[in-house]
């Protein structure tokens, strides 16, 4: 039998993913966008970043044609937002950038998920699994983001919708 993820599905679900992790770059207050909880992790500002610009890229390496990911073509091809970047830039390319891919991954034949591509890592994946990491990636960093916003007393969007709809 074979499983296989709705391309609609996982798209749609990753729009939501993203508009949650958009609210709370918003949510913060602009003075604490450089808080981490200890040094040794990502302040808040590098968190929403690194999903910004990681995301972008991989998927602008997908759509480009690259079959071999690696960090130095992904630098070269999407220059990094500012590392000064505040709550409502990042929050806007957060949205935008999404915006901008959703239709150009949608236009894309079935053969086109189907294509395998080389990881970071070295492993085979097909570019429909890699759309998938880059979701999950992100849903990992943004539960780092919700716990930042914990630990400076701001309840998480999500957490605020389901309080709403009690």
Sequence with gaps: MVHM???????DSWKSVRQDTAQSVEDMPE?????????????????????????????????????????????????????????AVLASELRARLEERLPALAAQPPE????????FDGQRATRLEMIQTVKEHELTHRAQLFLYLRLKGIVPVTTRRRQAAK
């Design 31 to 87: 003075a604490e966008l450089d808080f981490k909880p200890v040094p040794e992790v990502m302040t808040f500002r590098e968190i929403a970043r690194h999903i910004l610009m990681s995301s972008h890229a991989i998927t602008g390496m997908l759509l480009d044609g690259v079959e071999t990911l690696n960090r130095q073509e992904m630098v070269k091809r999407f220059p990094p937002v500012p590392t000064d970047a505040g709550a």
């Design 112 to 119: 086109f998920y189907s294509g395998l591509v080389t990881r």
């Design 5 to 11: 993820v709705r391309l609609e599905a996982l798209l």
